[in-house]
């Protein structure tokens, strides 16, 4: 078949229209979502548009309900970006793929899946600046039309696709509407076939900005997150994922890249992305991250992380917990008093072959298990002990709302962010007693 696409036909203002190639109708014999996302960007830039995305809604990947609420947010995953400039790409860490983001009800993205149809702006919306890095600010900035188009597949919503076109070119029409309804019509329908094989998966929760939201999966539980770079680096090493399990059990990761900068938020993403797919098998903990070290061993450079994984069950009112390389959590009781699990230590992944232990402990309705990295409480003239007995005197007082509380952490404890901080707080609601 071949790669041509037709002659094609002129718009209302008499300037040429754009056909999709040919082969975009094998669409659905691609069983991989990530590289038919792929397809789908290169089809169409830089041909219509000088940047593409493709994003998917958290739900379609767990087979949760189609429709949401018009008043509600939604949580999409990036599956492909693709942003040129003038004809030159712009690199693709800027809008890493497989990034989990949350958007506004009255974002230009909620609106389109809400209202299942195009959607024409100028600018992604002051919220959703501030939920990317400064070099995503930068590369989004060079873009003075945007035009985003629902995936539908079996008339369900599974997310949509945006595309961006520079200052001084045409911006979007209705006309440049319509074609991209039609594209994104045929890739729903690829998308949604590829990601048959993939349900039900657990949900990875979302972190827009560094921040985690407990959805209706972990509705028992009380989580809140925050994810920083260290100071003068865009993105980091580090990184936590919450996921939704089987038996209303939420598993918690938080990771730590050895380095900083672009090359560390790399290999981060190669492994959190694998992580979330081992952890997705509901294997014990200790069997998650002894998969994981066999990853990281593959990986053609060397390699060093360290990483801690927890799941929570609500109906046992326990944790079991495994680490590698990690800092140990601490628990923070109600009462106040806190303490450190005792764990069986772990190898760093990536440094040779191991084995890892686990531990089960209590963790009562009300306690605080706070995971984090060693950014948090490690600093140049600060030993990560010290550090540690700072972070549980503070967790030890009264703390109401989580999301404060990981602010105030941040704030006491970081001094000048000399290393990238992720940390990462969960409690049992006191209601489900």
Same mark, same amino acid.
């Given at each position: 078949?071949?790669?041509?696409?037709?002659?094609?036909?002129?718009?209302?203002?008499?300037?040429?229209?754009?056909?999709?190639?040919?082969?975009?109708?094998?669409?659905?014999?691609?069983?991989?979502?990530?590289? !038919?996302?792929?397809?789908?960007?290169? #089809?169409?830039?830089?041909? /219509?548009?000088?940047?593409?995305?493709?994003? %998917?809604?958290?739900?379609?990947?767990?087979?949760?309900?189609?429709?949401?609420?018009?008043? &509600?947010?939604? %949580? %999409?995953?990036?599956?492909?970006?693709?942003?040129?400039?003038?004809?030159?790409?712009?690199? *693709?860490?800027?809008? $890493?793929?497989?990034?989990?983001?949350? /958007?506004?009800?009255?974002?230009?993205?909620?609106?389109?899946?809400?209202?299942? +149809?195009?959607?024409?702006?100028?600018?992604?919306?002051?919220?959703?600046?501030?939920?990317? &890095?400064?070099?995503?600010?930068?590369?989004?900035?060079?873009?003075?039309?945007?035009?985003?188009?629902?995936?539908?597949?079996?008339?369900?919503?599974?997310?949509?696709?945006?595309?961006?076109?520079?200052?001084?070119?045409?911006? /979007? *029409?209705?006309?440049?509407?319509?074609?991209?309804?039609?594209?994104?019509?045929?890739?729903?329908?690829?998308?949604?076939?590829?990601?048959?094989?993939?349900?039900?998966?657990? +949900?990875?929760?979302?972190?827009?900005?560094?921040?985690?939201?407990?959805r209706a999966a972990a509705s028992r539980l009380e989580i809140a997150?925050?994810?920083?770079?260290?100071?003068?680096?865009?993105?980091?090493?580090?990184?936590?994922?919450?996921?939704?399990?089987?038996?209303?059990?939420?598993?918690?990761?938080?990771?730590?890249?050895?380095?900083?900068?672009?090359?560390?938020?790399?290999?981060?993403?190669? !492994?959190?992305?694998?992580?979330?797919?081992?952890?997705?098998?509901?294997?014990?903990?200790?069997?998650?991250?002894?998969?994981?070290?066999?990853?990281?061993?593959a990986l053609p450079y060397p390699t060093l992380v360290t990483c #801690?994984?927890?799941?929570?069950? $609500?109906?046992?009112?326990?944790?079991?917990?495994?680490?590698?390389?990690?800092?140990?959590?601490? !628990?923070?009781?109600?009462?106040? &008093?806190?303490?450190?699990?005792?764990?069986?230590?772990?190898?760093?992944?990536? %440094?040779?072959?191991?084995?890892?232990?686990?531990?089960?402990?209590?963790?009562?309705?009300?306690?605080?298990? +706070?995971?984090?990295?060693?950014?948090?409480?490690?600093?140049?003239?600060?030993?990560?002990?010290?550090?540690?007995? +700072?972070?549980?005197?503070?967790?030890?007082? *009264?703390?109401?709302? !989580?999301?404060?509380?990981?602010?105030?952490?941040?704030?006491?404890?970081?001094?000048?962010?000399?290393?990238?901080?992720?940390?990462?707080?969960?409690?049992?609601?006191?209601?489900?007693?």
């Amino acid at each position: 078949m071949s790669d041509e696409p037709e002659a094609a036909p002129a718009r209302a203002d008499g300037t040429p229209g754009f056909v999709l190639p040919a082969w975009l109708e094998l669409l659905s014999s691609t069983s991989d979502p990530a590289r !038919l996302a792929r397809l789908i960007v290169e #089809a169409i830039v830089p041909g /219509f548009a000088d940047a593409a995305g493709v994003f %998917v809604l958290e739900q379609t990947l767990t087979g949760g309900p189609a429709d949401q609420p018009a008043d &509600t947010e939604i %949580v %999409v995953r990036r599956l492909a970006t693709i942003l040129t400039v003038a004809g030159c790409p712009i690199p *693709g860490a800027v809008l $890493p793929s497989a990034e989990v983001i949350a /958007f506004a009800a009255d974002s230009p993205y909620a609106r389109c899946v809400h209202r299942r +149809a195009p959607v024409i702006f100028s600018q992604p919306g002051s919220q959703t600046i501030q939920r990317v &890095t400064r070099g995503a600010r930068m590369a989004l900035a060079r873009y003075a039309s945007f035009l985003a188009a629902p995936l539908i597949a079996q008339d369900k919503v599974l997310g949509y696709l945006v595309l961006g076109r520079s200052a001084g070119q045409r911006p /979007f *029409g209705d006309d440049d509407a319509a074609t991209a309804a039609d594209l994104a019509a045929r890739a729903g329908t690829g998308i949604a076939s590829s990601l048959a094989p993939l349900r039900p998966q657990p +949900a990875v929760m979302p972190r827009p900005n560094g921040r985690a939201i407990a959805r209706a999966a972990a509705s028992r539980l009380e989580i809140a997150g925050r994810c920083l770079p260290a100071a003068g680096y865009d993105v980091g090493g580090d990184w936590y994922d919450i996921l939704s399990l089987p038996g209303e059990r939420t598993g918690l990761i938080v990771g730590d890249v050895m380095g900083h900068g672009p090359d560390a938020a790399e290999l981060m993403t190669k !492994l959190s992305g694998a992580a979330y797919a081992i952890a997705g098998l509901d294997l014990p903990p200790a069997d998650v991250l002894r998969q994981l070290n066999r990853v990281a061993l593959a990986l053609p450079y060397p390699t060093l992380v360290t990483c #801690a994984y927890a799941v929570i069950e $609500p109906d046992s009112q326990s944790c079991t917990i495994a680490t590698a390389g990690h800092l140990p959590p601490v !628990l923070a009781m109600p009462g106040g &008093t806190t303490r450190i699990p005792d764990l069986p230590a772990g190898q760093s992944l990536g %440094v040779g072959s191991a084995s890892y232990g686990q531990a089960r402990i209590k963790l009562p309705p009300g306690a605080i298990l +706070a995971m984090y990295t060693d950014g948090l409480v490690e600093t140049r003239t600060r030993p990560y002990d010290h550090g540690i007995r +700072a972070l549980r005197s503070l967790l030890a007082r *009264g703390h109401e709302h !989580l999301d404060a509380t990981c602010e105030q952490l941040i704030t006491a404890l970081s001094e000048r962010n000399e290393d990238d901080i992720t940390v990462v707080l969960a409690r049992i609601r006191a209601s489900h007693t």
